[in-house]
C-alpha cells in the first residue's frame, strides 16, 4: 500500500543523545516536511524539502536537521536532545508544484526525552 | 501572514444530530483550504479541500464545508454524527501565491455521544 512509513514508532531517549527518526515514502512525491504535534498547538513545520537535493527551515527548526539524498527518504535528525523535544513527530509528502494537492502523513513517532 | 484559528478546542454533540467545527483564517492571497482528521495514534488523514469554484465542498465519510469569503471562515459540517466521528479535526490553509507552506489550526476534539 502506497503511503509514508515512520521509523522508529515510539522511543525514550536520555537528553544529550543523538537520534534520527526516519521517514520513507513510495508516492514519488518532490515535496517532504517534518512536523512536531504538541497539545493545543497543532501541527508545527520544523523543516521541509521541495525535491531532492533541497531542504529549508520551517517554523522551529532549531535543535533539527535533515537531509533528502533521494525523492524517497526524509530523516529527520536531533543532534544532541532536549526535553523540550519531547513530542509527536509526523513526516508528510505532497506533490510538489502543486499546491491543490493535500499533504499525506505518516503515523508518527512518540519521542520522549527524559 | 498566513493563520488559521478553530476557536473551540471541543465539540460535543449527540449522534444523529448535526455537527459543526468552525474554522477561521487569515491569508493575503486566494486561500487553498483544508480539513484533516486525526484518529488515534495516527497520522493525519485528508477530509476535503477549497480550491476554487464552488463555496460549497464536499468530502469523505459525509463531511462537507462551506467557504464564507466575507467572514474568512471554512466551517466543517455533518448532517448526522456518528460515534465514529469522533476523533481530532484540523483546520488548514495555504496561500495560493506563497507556494507549499501550510498553516494548521491547533485543532478541535469532536466527540459523538451515543
Known amino acids: 500500500i502506497a503511503g509514508i512509513t515512520q521509523a522508529p514508532t515510539s522511543q525514550i531517549l536520555a537528553a544529550g543523545r543523538r537520534m534520527t527518526l526516519r521517514c520513507t515514502q513510495d508516492?514519488?512525491?518532490?515535496?517532504m516536511y517534518w512536523y512536531r504535534q504538541d497539545l493545543g498547538l497543532g501541527l508545527r513545520l520544523i523543516h521541509y524539502?521541495?525535491?531532492?537535493?533541497?531542504?529549508g527551515k520551517g517554523e522551529v527548526p532549531d535543535g533539527y536537521s535533515v537531509s533528502r539524498a533521494n525523492t524517497d527518504d526524509f530523516p529527520l535528525t536531533l543532534a544532541s536532545a532536549v526535553p523540550s523535544q519531547t513530542s509527536v513527530y509526523f513526516c508528510?509528502?505532497?506533490?510538489?508544484?502543486?499546491?491543490?494537492?493535500?499533504?499525506?502523513f505518516g503515523d508518527g513517532t512518540r519521542l520522549s526525552i527524559l | 501572514a498566513q493563520s488559521v484559528a478553530q476557536p473551540e478546542d471541543q465539540v460535543n454533540v449527540a449522534e444523529g444530530n448535526p455537527l459543526t467545527v468552525k474554522c477561521t483564517y487569515s491569508?493575503?492571497?486566494?486561500?487553498?483550504l483544508f480539513w484533516y482528521v486525526q484518529y488515534p495514534n495516527r497520522g493525519l488523514q485528508f477530509l476535503l479541500k477549497?480550491?476554487?469554484?464552488?463555496?460549497l465542498v464536499k468530502g469523505s465519510y459525509g463531511f462537507e464545508a462551506e467557504l464564507n469569503k466575507s467572514q474568512t471562515s471554512f466551517h466543517l459540517k455533518k448532517p448526522s454524527a456518528l460515534v465514529s466521528d469522533s476523533a481530532l479535526y484540523f483546520c488548514?490553509?495555504?496561500?495560493?501565491?506563497?507556494?507549499?507552506?501550510?498553516?494548521f489550526g491547533a485543532g478541535t476534539r469532536l466527540f459523538v455521544k451515543a
Open positions: 508528510a509528502s505532497s506533490a510538489q508544484g502543486q499546491a491543490r494537492q493535500p499533504q499525506h
Open positions: 508516492m514519488r512525491h518532490n515535496a
Open positions: 524539502s521541495n525535491t531532492a537535493g533541497t531542504t
Open positions: 491569508v493575503s492571497g486566494n486561500p487553498y
Open positions: 477549497y480550491i476554487t469554484g464552488d463555496n
Open positions: 488548514a490553509v495555504r496561500d495560493a501565491t506563497g507556494g507549499f507552506k501550510t498553516i
